[in-house]
Structure formats: C-alpha cells, structure tokens
C-alpha cells in the first residue's frame, strides 16, 4: 500500500518545484524590466573642474604653464579661460574677444584697499549681455547694502560699535559696487570662451590679453570653478586684503577678491565687503 502512495507525492513535488522556479523567473524578468526603465544618474554630480591659478601659487609659473599648454593643445574645440592685463568695460572686453564665441565674463569693482565680489556673468553676445548681467548684479547689490543698513540700525549693532561699523562698511562697499556696475564700469577682467585650438592662440596674441589658459578638460561649465589672476596680481595669487578706512574711488588693489560662480543670495552674511560670496574651491 506504501508503495503505492509514493508515486502522487514525488509528482506533487515535482510540481511544485517547477511552479518555484517559474515564479523565481518572472521576479526575474520584472527586475530587470524596471531597472532598464530606469534614467541613468548623472555621474559628474559632485565633481567640480578647477580653472585657473590657485591661491598662494606664482603667477609667473601659471603664465608659463598655461602658454605651454596651450601651444601643445591638439583637442578639438576646448573651453578656455582668457585673462586680460587690465580691467575693461563691457565695449573693450567685446572688442578684445571679437570673434570668439564667448560663454561667460568674469568681474569685480576694483576699489582701492576693498574686498569686493568676484561675479560670473553669462554672455553669448558681448557687451549686450554684459551690461544686462552688470545691472542685475547692481539690484542685487542695492538690496545687499539696504539689508547691510537695517543691521546696522539694529539694537545688537547699536550696542555693539565693532559690528554697526561692520555692517556700515559692508553697506558702503555694496553701494559703490552697485553704482559702478549700474554705469557699466571697466570691471571685466577675464572670459570663458570655446573654441579651436588655432583660435584659441591667436587669441592669445591679442593686444590686452594676459594669457589664454585651455581646459579641455571641461564638460560641463556649471561644475567648474575659475580662478583668473586679478589684473594686479603679478608675483603671488595672495589672499583676500581688506582696509576699510583707505578712501578712494576705483581703481587697482592688491588684494584677491572672493569668488562666486553665480549671483550670491539677496541676504549678505554679516561681513564687510560684498553680498555672500562662495570662497574659492573657483562659479
């Protein structure tokens, strides 16, 4: 009678074991289905490219090093980091750059003995574009040293000299950034461009050009950071100088101004100087 039962159940188990094998396969299938619908991520997220010189590093070896590189560069179309030997208003820096398809300019108001912002503004067409970017930047900056004024007015800055003196400076160093962008001042010191290795050297001989930096390496401008030479900076890219009490109006200084790659935001952290800008890893 034993023998007779064995049968049904070895088919039972038969059955069932394949019944497993099929479900197993179809978990199967679905996963891979899903993972193929799926959008592939981004890889370059939190990847950023330096352009530029670094702080403390020699200007002259930079020079050299980014002549050097650009006379052996051999990739197709490249980005590149053009600075100039002086400030230049929006009509020069068109004029220096005539012909090169541009990206974006790089700028500050260089006032005597101040720290002032380092701004990235986008610019396809020269100067149109970087007007425009300097009169936003200008708003910005009315709104910064308004912001800078209420603090000031403040009772913790009453009852604190030191910072009602902070938040004083800050707002009269936003306000002469903002009248100097307003009237389109000569604040453009360096330029984004793409182009062919060819353009790129002539470029570089041009008369007001300091240098052409190539970085083919560059993918993608809104994860890579510049760092150009101020146009006074001649021995050693220094850190940030700041005298509050030297007057003047514009003209060149000797300090290193912090970088932003974008507009900083409306509210300025309590420093003197400019809005809140992101210090160099460089917008």
Same mark, same amino acid.
């Given at each position: 009678m034993s023998d007779d039962a064995a049968p049904p159940r070895r088919s039972r188990f038969a059955a069932l074991t394949w019944l497993a094998l099929a479900c197993a396969l179809v978990v199967l299938v679905v996963a891979v289905a899903q993972r193929r619908?799926?959008?592939?991520?981004?890889?370059?997220?939190?990847?950023?490219?330096?352009?530029?010189v670094a702080g403390g590093a020699s200007i002259p070896a930079y020079l050299r090093a980014a002549g050097e590189e650009l006379a052996r560069l051999d990739a197709p179309d490249a980005y590149a980091l053009v600075s100039f030997a002086d400030y230049l208003t929006p009509a020069r820096a068109a004029a220096a750059l005539d012909g090169a398809p541009v990206s974006a300019v790089v700028a500050r108001v260089p006032?005597?003995?101040?720290?002032?912002?380092?701004?990235?503004?986008? #610019?396809? !067409?020269?100067?149109?574009?970087?007007? /425009? +970017?300097? %009169?936003? &930047?200008?708003?910005?900056?009315? *709104?910064? @040293?308004?912001?800078?004024?209420a603090r000031a007015?403040?009772?913790?800055?009453?009852?604190?000299?030191?910072?009602?003196?902070?938040?004083e400076s800050g707002a009269?160093? #936003?306000? !002469?950034?903002?009248?100097?962008?307003? /009237? +389109?001042? %000569?604040? &453009?010191?360096?330029?984004?461009? *793409?182009? @062919?290795?060819?353009?790129?050297?002539?470029?570089?001989?041009?008369?007001?050009?300091?240098?052409?930096?190539?970085a083919p390496e560059v993918a993608r401008l809104d994860r890579t950071v510049f760092t150009p030479p101020l146009p006074e900076q001649r021995d050693v890219a220094r850190p940030p100088a700041d005298t509050p009490d030297q007057g003047g109006g514009m003209g060149d200084s000797s300090e290193a101004a912090r970088?932003?790659?974008?507009?900083?935001p409306t509210a300025p952290a309590p420093v003197p100087g400019s809005g809140s800008p992101n210090p160099a890893p460089t917008s």
């Open positions: 619908d799926r959008p592939v991520s981004d890889r370059t997220v939190g990847e950023v490219t330096r352009v530029g006032l005597p003995g101040r720290q002032t912002e380092i701004v990235r503004i986008a #610019a396809l !067409r020269l100067p149109g574009d970087v007007v /425009a +970017g300097m %009169a936003d &930047v200008a708003g910005r900056k009315d *709104r910064e @040293a308004a912001d800078y004024r007015a403040a009772p913790a800055a009453t009852a604190d000299p030191e910072l009602r003196r902070v938040y009269v160093v #936003a306000a !002469r950034e903002a009248v100097a962008y307003r /009237a +389109g001042c %000569a604040c &453009v010191y360096a330029a984004v461009v *793409r182009a @062919a290795p060819d353009a790129l050297r002539a470029l570089a001989g041009r008369p007001g050009v300091r240098v052409v930096d190539p970088t932003v790659s974008g507009p900083s």
